[in-house]
């Protein structure tokens, strides 16, 4: 259990430092999500781990489990579950006012991106744009 | 029990609801709403300030429950005074947004003001770590709004980066909340120092871990060096109100550093020992170093501010790292004048990038523009403030810094970098005026000569917005702040006094601890279970050990 919890956070959390690194709007955001989820189980090991107890005191019940670290995790899941909706919203709307994902700002002096409805223009994903872009 | 200690934080959301949901197509009544409730919150926040100025610490336990167990929220010294920062600069920053109709380039504009205002308050008055944590959220996502307030390609880019930098800081905080919680068992500021003032808790690695990574959360926040990397742009690029509201957001960092690191874990406490001298001072002095020098290094006038705010935050932070009575003091006199100093800056900054056009922020010559004279003394004044010359309050807070580091083992380090960065920030901030505002004369000489010859930079001579009349009410908020500024420079003497009285608080944290924990409220009385002494918990006070061993048991 412990190994299991233990390992999940760590796996989740290294996945998502990667994908935040990463240069485009998309993974980085799955990488938030990934993290936001490490941190939930975090949180929630945080009570100590107990398998099969009573979160709430009741008569003839011995042994329980705490309560708070549950309340803890659902103002988190709500919190992150907005947070990253309105990311994805406002990534969209960068991308289609820019017409490119790309998470750093552009240079100064650096040409405009090459538009996507220009016929002979690189298309994205391909390697001449993304050397352009970077 | 009165229930004012929470009105600053209730009237804004309460109103921002309401500007939402019935005023929603009545931009005047939503002004309306807005400054009065501003003007209110000021009101109450004078009240606090005045009601803690004695030494008083206001409670108020939400739903009446007991401290340990409800959420508190706690009103010192030092909180009343930073709301009464927010709630200062409010009104002012509403009248700038409605005297220049940045309020009507884009939706929701006032009701956004104002949760962000319930965000900020609520930070400052919170009793509780997880509490903070949810202020903070409130005020982030007010803030995600306004930043893209009418909208824009780099306005869009630069709240995206500013959104994921917040985003991942977040993150940390609820790693740094749960490290926290796993060793104490407690999130409530007050019980947490009780827990931690135990002895034999302070040896153990985790508390270690949950220390330095609240620091750096609190960093992120504060935009300290290597952690400064969402501010420029995205202040840059934020309308020009929002990001004078800004100001006060990084404060909030430093304010989380000085509450944390004064009453959970304070100086003597031996997990947190070298977090200041070997990492927070040396970091926040090339914090200095770094955003002064941006100052000099950008082609923007915009993006010169906003590394400005970088610098004035490291200088502020090395002040909080020599960690003295006297280092908070200046620390808190500099954070004030710099709130000020800031929020003046980018709202001139605001008004230049309108008028001049197609030229906007960028750092070259421009014909003149209408109320060009009236800008640049306006941005001399504060350009001197925020650089720290004499005469005014920038010059008092950085002489304290001086003054406080001289007992530092690092002393000329500091001084060094406060020097040296104030060097570079005069330069710096005179380069910009005198290109944005006095070659602007050259620019104008050089078309009379050239008159028959129409350039392109034509269309650049007519500001995009031709304000008919000079609207008024900009240069109210603006001269609002350097009257602010001029104030604390004259009635430094009691202020400092003040705020000598707030670091004296800050460094004897008991009557906080016992005023949170021992005060009555409800509890649960629980009755009936075989081994109940654990989980009866009779009377008012719970003592630390009881709970702990309660944790232990649960644990195993």
Do not use: C
Request: proline content about 6%.
């Amino acid at each position: 259990m412990e190994l299991l919890v233990a390992s999940a956070v760590g796996v989740l959390t290294a996945a998502g430092i990667y994908l935040v690194l990463r240069l485009r709007t998309f993974p980085v955001i799955i990488g938030t999500s990934l993290l936001t989820y490490a941190v939930n189980i975090f949180l929630f090991a945080s009570g100590r781990l107990a398998v099969n107890q009573a979160p709430i005191l009741r008569d003839g019940v011995e042994t329980y489990t705490d309560p708070l670290p549950q309340a803890l995790v659902l103002t988190a899941i709500v919190i992150s579950f907005g947070m990253t909706a309105v990311v994805v919203m406002i990534a969209l709307g960068a991308y289609l006012s820019a017409d490119d994902d790309h998470v750093n700002l552009r240079e100064e002096g650096q040409p405009e991106p090459a538009r996507l409805d220009e016929p002979d223009a690189p298309r994205p994903g391909d390697g001449a744009t993304r050397e352009a872009l970077q | 029990m009165t229930h004012w200690l929470i009105t600053p934080i209730v009237i804004p959301g309460v109103l921002a609801a309401l500007i939402v949901l019935a005023a929603r197509f009545h931009l005047r009544l939503q002004r309306v709403f807005s400054l009065a409730g501003s003007l209110v919150g000021l009101a109450i926040a004078a009240g606090l300030f005045w009601q803690t100025s004695d030494g008083t610490i206001l409670l108020y336990q939400l739903g009446d429950w007991q401290a340990p167990f409800g959420i508190v929220l706690v009103g010192d010294r030092l909180s009343t005074l930073m709301v009464l920062l927010s709630a200062l600069i409010a009104p002012l920053i509403l009248l700038y947004a409605i005297g220049t109709g940045w309020d009507t380039r884009g939706r929701h504009f006032h009701a956004l003001f104002q949760f962000q205002m319930m965000g900020i308050m609520g930070a400052f008055l919170t009793g509780d770590a997880f509490n903070l944590f949810v202020f903070f959220e409130v005020l982030l996502i007010a803030s995600y709004g306004l930043m893209l307030h009418s909208g824009g390609t780099e306005r869009y880019r630069a709240g995206l980066q500013y959104m994921l930098y917040n985003l991942l800081g977040s993150t940390l905080f609820l790693f740094a909340l749960g490290t926290l919680y796993a060793e104490t068992g407690t999130l409530n500021m007050a019980d947490l120092a009780a827990r931690l003032a135990t002895p034999g808790i302070e040896h153990t690695a985790g508390l270690r871990v949950a220390s330095v990574l609240l620091l750096l959360v609190f960093a992120v926040k504060a935009a300290v060096l290597p952690l400064h990397f969402w501010l420029p742009s995205s202040y840059a690029e934020a309308p020009g109100p929002v990001a004078a509201l800004f100001a006060i957001m990084t404060k909030i960092g430093a304010y989380g550093i000085i509450r944390f690191y004064t009453l959970v874990f304070p100086p003597d406490l031996t997990v947190t020992q070298g977090l200041f001298d070997t990492w927070l001072l040396p970091a926040s002095l090339v914090t200095l170093a770094v955003g002064m020098i941006g100052v000099l290094g950008t082609r923007r006038l915009d993006r010169a501010v906003a590394f400005s705010v970088v610098g004035s935050m490291g200088m502020l932070l090395a002040s909080v790292a020599v960690f003295t009575p006297e280092g908070l003091a200046a620390a808190l006199y500099y954070a004030v004048h710099s709130t000020f100093a800031t929020a003046a800056l980018f709202l001139i900054v605001d008004l230049v990038r309108d008028r001049r056009g197609a030229h906007g922020p960028k750092l070259e010559a421009a014909p003149t523009f209408p109320g060009g004279a009236l800008l640049a003394g306006l941005f001399f004044v504060s350009a001197i403030a925020m650089t720290g010359l004499p005469p005014l309050s920038g010059f008092l807070g950085k002489l304290m810094v001086l003054e406080a580091a001289t007992a530092d083992p690092l002393v000329w380090w500091v001084w060094a970098a406060v020097l040296g960065s104030s060097l570079i920030a005069v330069v710096g901030f005179s380069r910009a005026g005198s290109t944005v505002f006095w070659k602007s004369h050259e620019v104008n000489a050089a078309h009379a000569a050239t008159v028959d010859e129409p350039e392109d930079e034509q269309g650049a001579d007519e500001p995009h917005d031709p304000p008919a009349r000079e609207p008024a009410l900009p240069m109210v908020a603006i001269g609002g702040f350097i009257a602010l500024l001029v104030a604390m420079t004259v009635l430094s003497g009691p202020l400092m006094r003040y705020i000598e009285d707030t670091t004296a608080q800050l460094f004897d944290p008991a009557p906080y601890i016992s005023t949170v924990l021992e005060t009555p409220g409800k509890t649960i009385e629980y009755h009936g279970d075989s081994h109940g002494q654990d989980d009866a918990h009779e009377g008012a006070h719970v003592s630390a050990e009881d709970a702990a061993t309660k944790t232990q048991k649960e644990s195993h």
